[in-house]
């Protein structure tokens, strides 16, 4: 006769649990790599029978190649942020899921929002475009946080620092994005330029102040 312990049910959930969390983390993985590879495909070939003109066409097209590099480093970063954070992930709940999803979606925007700010036409929209789904993924992403702690979705393991830390990093990327988005309107481009550049600074000074903070999930 087999018998069978209280703790099988629990272990076998907890497996499904993972198992789950595992499979978001690839889905989502497999996403942002699309989204990478569309960012390139967007760029535009230089032309030129000569060095010289090769090397012109380059200049010409040389917001387009910042656009690409600045979306990369974005999407790159957003990835290693959402990296960090699931991996201390145990399973999740339909919200979690869901906002993920809410991130991710942001994440495969990105190549048009770079296409966008790129075109031609009056700026402020193509800018507050572009800096919208940045506001929007990287305050998607401090729900994502606040969920996963909410509901005590992650292992015990855990650094004491590493949901505050992206938390306050989410909050301050999201504030320096908004706010550049009235300065389009009200300033030459490159006051709402400016304002992203200001983001290392902010999140340094962020970083100073949760660091005299007291510790804690």
């Known amino acids: 006769m087999t018998t069978h312990t209280g703790h099988e049910p629990d272990a076998e959930t907890g ?40 090397l012109s066409s380059v200049a010409a097209h040389g917001k387009e190649y910042l656009a690409f590099a600045l979306s990369f480093v974005v999407i790159a970063a957003h990835w290693r942020a959402h990296h960090e954070i699931f991996r201390y992930v145990r399973s999740l709940n339909s919200r ?3 906002l993920t999803l809410a991130w991710l979606f942001m994440q495969v925007l990105m190549p048009f929002a770079t296409r966008v700010i790129t075109a031609d036409g009056a700026f402020p929209p193509r800018f507050s475009l572009y800096a919208i789904v940045q506001v929007l993924a990287s ?79």
């Open 15 to 54: 497996e499904v649990r993972a198992l789950a969390a595992e499979r978001l983390i690839m889905f989502v993985d497999a996403a942002i790599a699309i989204a990478l590879t569309l960012l390139a495909l967007d760029l535009p070939v230089p032309v030129g029978d000569t060095t010289g003109a090769m």
């Open 139 to 217: 305050a998607s992403f401090a729900l994502i946080i606040r969920e996963i702690r909410r509901a005590h979705l992650y292992r015990t393991d855990v650094p004491p620092q590493v949901f505050a830390e992206n938390l306050v990093r989410s909050i301050c990327l999201a504030a320096v994005f908004g706010a550049s988005v009235p300065l389009s309107f009200l300033s030459m481009s490159s006051g709402a330029y400016l304002c992203w550049l200001a983001a290392p600074i902010v999140l340094a000074v962020a970083r100073r102040v949760q660091g005299r903070a007291p510790s804690g999930n």
């Open 96 to 98: 979690l899921t869901s």
